[in-house]
């Protein structure tokens, strides 16, 4: 609060395709999609006309006992994305939320299933997955977590395969037990994005080997842990976590809150590894950025296990407003759009534009680890001090919005997760008022 006494809050009165409009007639580039919600503009005409259409029929019915059309039509349709894999849809409203559903239905899937003493998550260091407290207990980021240590549970944290891992060192830092020896022959080399990757998994196989008669489930944010720092990884990991958790009997959550909905290139960034978690959590671009929506996606013989007479069997957890019929009409929306545009299609002609207007900075001297996956871009800025990341942030908060830009970098990487709907003109706009920017914050 008390940072707004020099940078007030911004007033928004509007919104229209990517831009935001303030209170004093100004405008804002919105770069990172509202926080990663919104995908086809504000005040997109298909998603309003589909939300005003559902306003005149019902705006809210609960899903306990009752069910509506637009909950069914969206579960059918995930479900057929997944090729039926993850049939089975449960709903929440808010990320967080999805989260806590996953962890409670892994657990309650193994003590249903007789294995009681699997209690434990797995979390990787630097991953996001929400702040209420049993997604705060998988989430490491201390900035968030810090505070309340006291009240979260321990979970095991294993490395990161962020690849940024492997560009700085030229020998390998061993966070895991006794994996000195397999890592031997790696140490005289700079790794590849591939062998980070490895090396990681191969530290989750030591923990699983020693541990897994007590762990529940790994949670991961596929691709990229976005809130830890547009941290990126080659997909060999989930492919090497979804081999060691059929292996060991560990449940695979992958959060797609954030690189679901073609964020990362395909649907859903689990597809880039071929290969499907056992708990799916979506929420963020699923509504198409309107309204709060969150749901967790799962396969039958989870499913099955709740499947009992006996009430304590059943999963019992239930929000105001789960699956709400405004929020699924966004939803139906959304995937329209996606399906009639071919949207995952153009991304990739989108994707390599902004790459290649980006290009100058890719090359600067001061930009390090600069990196892409589909619709999601991010560097590091090179700053000496390293603990001047959080002003350096809010200078260059602060500086893009008078270049009519919204970029809220995380410590000094800045990144751009706009819309997936920019226009030529938006795109060299962001590219040249980014490098404005820039060099403004770094002198
Ligand atoms: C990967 C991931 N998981 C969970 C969440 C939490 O979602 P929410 O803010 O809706 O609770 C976020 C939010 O940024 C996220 O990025």
């Not at 020896?181 to 140490?187: E, R, W």
């Not at 960034?269 to 671009?285: E, H, I, R």
Request: charged share 20%.
């Amino acid at each position: 609060m008390q940072h707004h006494e020099s940078t007030p809050l911004i007033g928004v009165t509007r919104g229209e395709g990517a831009w935001l409009y303030g209170v004093h007639g100004e405008r804002y580039l919105d770069t990172i999609s509202s926080w990663w919600v919104n995908l086809f503009g504000h005040a997109n005409p298909r998603i309003n006309f589909a939300v005003k259409s559902q306003l005149d029929l019902i705006e809210h019915a609960m899903l306990a006992g009752f069910t509506h059309k637009g909950v069914v039509e969206l579960s059918e349709r995930l479900s057929d994305l997944t090729n039926n894999v993850l049939g089975h849809v449960f709903y929440a409203s808010d990320g967080a939320s999805a989260v806590e559903i996953a962890l409670k239905m892994s657990f309650h899937y193994w003590k249903n299933v007789g294995k009681p003493n699997k209690q434990e998550f797995i979390c990787l260091k630097g991953g996001y997955h929400g702040e209420t407290i049993g997604a705060l207990s998988v989430t490491d980021v201390p900035i968030f977590k810090s505070a309340y240590a006291e009240l979260i549970k321990g979970t095991h944290v294993v490395s990161s395969p962020d690849f940024r891992s492997a560009a700085q060192n030229s020998h390998i830092a061993v966070s895991g037990k006794d994996l000195n020896s397999k890592l031997a022959s790696h140490q005289a080399h700079i790794e590849t994005p591939q062998q980070v990757a490895e090396r990681a998994a191969a530290e989750v196989e030591e923990l699983l080997k020693e541990r897994s008669e007590f762990i529940s489930a790994i949670i991961l944010e596929p691709l990229v842990q976005c809130a830890g720092g547009m941290a990126m990884h080659h997909p060999v990991y989930l492919a090497r976590i979804r081999e060691l958790c059929d292996m060991y009997s560990v449940h695979l959550i992958a959060d797609e809150i954030a690189v679901g909905c073609g964020r990362t290139g395909t649907f859903f960034a689990m597809q880039s590894a071929k290969c499907w978690p056992d708990f799916m959590c979506l929420s963020k671009g699923i509504s198409g950025g309107y309204l709060p929506l969150s749901l967790v996606m799962t396969k039958d013989s989870i499913y099955r296990a709740f499947y009992d007479a006996q009430i304590t069997k059943a999963f019992l957890h239930s929000h105001s407003y789960t699956g709400n019929p405004l929020a699924c009409s966004a939803a139906l929306a959304t995937l329209d759009i996606f399906r009639d545009d071919q949207v995952l299609v153009s991304n990739l002609t989108l994707s390599s534009k902004i790459s290649k207007a980006l290009s100058p900075l890719k090359e600067d001297a001061r930009v390090k680890h600069f990196r892409n996956q589909g619709m999601i871009w991010a560097f590091d800025a090179v700053i000496e001090d390293s603990t001047l990341g959080g002003s350096f942030a809010r200078r260059f908060f602060a500086k893009a919005l008078e270049c009519e830009l919204l970029v809220r970098p995380i410590g000094n990487t800045v990144y751009l997760m706009p819309p997936y709907i920019l226009s030529d003109t938006d795109v060299s706009l962001m590219a040249e008022r980014l490098q404005i920017v820039f060099d403004e914050v770094m002198v």
